[in-house]
């Protein structure tokens, strides 16, 4: 029965991190472009100008891609 306890603590984990992360495509500041595993990417963390510089950046390298900006801290 442990390892069946085991085995559900870790596809807990799995799918809470699924879910929040995914890999890291640019940094911006404090704040980081993520290309999520279900392929959209957001803009996370940071302050409202290192946003403004990760829409700059989005604008000139990533423009085809629909891009979701989180609130600032």
């Given at each position: 029965m442990?390892?069946?306890?085991?085995?559900?603590?870790?596809?807990?984990?799995?799918?809470?991190?699924?879910?929040?992360?995914?890999?890291?495509?640019a940094f911006?500041?404090?704040?980081?472009l993520?290309?999520?595993?279900?392929?959209?990417?957001?803009?996370?963390?940071?302050?409202?100008?290192?946003?403004?510089e990760?829409?700059?950046?989005?604008s000139?390298?990533?423009?085809?891609?629909?891009?979701?900006?989180?609130?600032?801290?």
């Open positions: 442990a390892g069946f306890k085991y085995i559900m603590k870790l596809s807990h984990v799995w799918a809470g991190w699924s879910r929040t992360e995914g890999e890291v495509i911006f500041g404090r704040a980081r993520v290309k999520k595993m279900d392929g959209k990417f957001e803009v996370v963390g940071g302050t409202a100008e290192d946003h403004t990760a829409k700059q950046w989005v000139l390298f990533l423009h085809e891609a629909a891009v979701r900006y989180l609130a600032p801290a």
